[in-house]
């Protein structure tokens, strides 16, 4: 299993919701990401984890909230978020701390935040 | 500190010439490079990568790139285009002081005539 998925691929919530994105992978990789790209931009980095502790936090805000229940796991729970959050989330992993051996990326999860 | 430009927001060619997708990067130590290449909606997806082995690095679906280290370059090419290469490529840069951290380019969309 090369891929790393993720659920849903949409989704639409409104500014009082609460809802999780998933994201899972079999590779054996132990280091996951959480990215926001808006449209027509790069990526840019939230969250990053190594063996399920979390090594990098980009001062993302507080209705943001990542959790790593295993290592082929990776959550990003929403809360109380803007319409300005609307992007695509991706997720991705690589094996563990050395990065040059690339990302493997999801095919991400469109927010749309009402 | 790392940085990676991207030298063309679109490129336009047609179906059968060649592909060239510019990208220069500045880093005070040896980089590593990567490729990344995002159809419409969807997730990243590594072409090719550099990691201080052979300059000319050959990549998925017939791309490759040089690095030239005399023209802090990395160009993306591949010498006939197809239909299906229409989409968003992203140019990376690793960071060099912090292992997790990619630096994107600001991504080139290529299109492609029939």
């Known amino acids: 299993d090369t891929e790393v998925t993720q659920t849903p691929k949409h989704l639409v919530m409104g500014m009082t919701n609460k809802k999780s994105l998933k994201c899972e992978q079999h590779?054996?990789?132990?280091?996951m990401y959480w990215y926001k790209q808006k449209a027509k931009k790069p990526p840019e980095l939230m969250f990053v984890?190594?063996?399920?502790?979390?090594?990098i936090n980009e001062s993302v805000p507080s209705r943001f909230s990542p959790e790593c229940p295993n290592s082929s796991l990776l959550n990003l729970h929403l809360h109380a978020l803007q319409p300005e959050d609307s992007a695509l989330y991706l997720c991705?992993?690589?094996?563990?701390?050395?990065?040059?051996?690339?990302?493997?990326f999801g095919s991400g999860t469109r927010l749309t935040v009402v | 500190a790392q940085s990676v430009t991207q030298l063309d927001s679109h490129v336009s060619v047609s179906e059968g010439t060649p592909v060239l997708l510019r990208c220069n990067y500045s880093?005070?130590?040896?980089?590593?490079l990567f490729w990344y290449v995002q159809h419409p909606n969807k997730g990243l997806q590594l072409l090719l990568k550099?990691?201080?082995?052979?300059?000319l690095v050959k990549g998925i679906n017939g791309f490759e790139a040089e690095f030239k280290k005399s023209e802090t370059s990395f160009h993306l090419t591949k010498p006939s285009a197809h239909m299906s290469d229409a989409a968003e490529y992203f140019c990376?840069?690793?960071?060099?002081?912090?292992?997790?951290?990619?630096?994107f380019g600001t991504g080139t969309r290529l299109k492609v005539l029939a």
């Open positions: 550099y990691t201080s082995a052979a300059t």
């Open positions: 880093s005070s130590y040896s980089p590593s």
């Open positions: 990376v840069v690793r960071r060099t002081s912090g292992t997790y951290k990619y630096i």
């Open positions: 590779m054996g990789h132990r280091a």
């Open positions: 984890y190594s063996y399920e502790k979390l090594s």
């Open positions: 991705a992993s690589s094996q563990g701390r050395v990065v040059h051996y690339g990302y493997t």
